[in-house]
C-alpha cells in the first residue's frame, strides 16, 4: 500500500486506529510479559492491559 491508497482508504486517524484495532482483536492478543491471552481495552490510551498482570500492549 503507498501513501496514497492508504490516505484514501484511511479519512483519518480514528479509522486508520480502528481498523488496526479491529485486525488485532480478530488475531487476538497475547501479553508480551506474562503470555496470558485476556486482555481489558483501554480506550482512553488505546491500548490493552493484560487481566492477569496488568502490563500494557
Do not use: L, P
Not at 35 to 44: D, R, V
Amino acid at each position: 500500500m503507498n501513501i496514497f491508497t492508504f490516505t484514501a482508504h484511511f479519512d483519518s486517524e480514528q479509522s486508520c486506529r480502528a481498523h488496526f484495532k479491529e485486525a488485532r482483536d480478530k488475531n487476538g492478543v497475547e501479553c508480551k510479559n506474562c503470555g496470558h491471552n485476556e486482555h481489558f481495552w483501554i480506550k482512553s490510551r488505546w491500548s490493552y492491559e493484560c487481566k492477569a498482570c496488568r502490563s500494557r500492549t
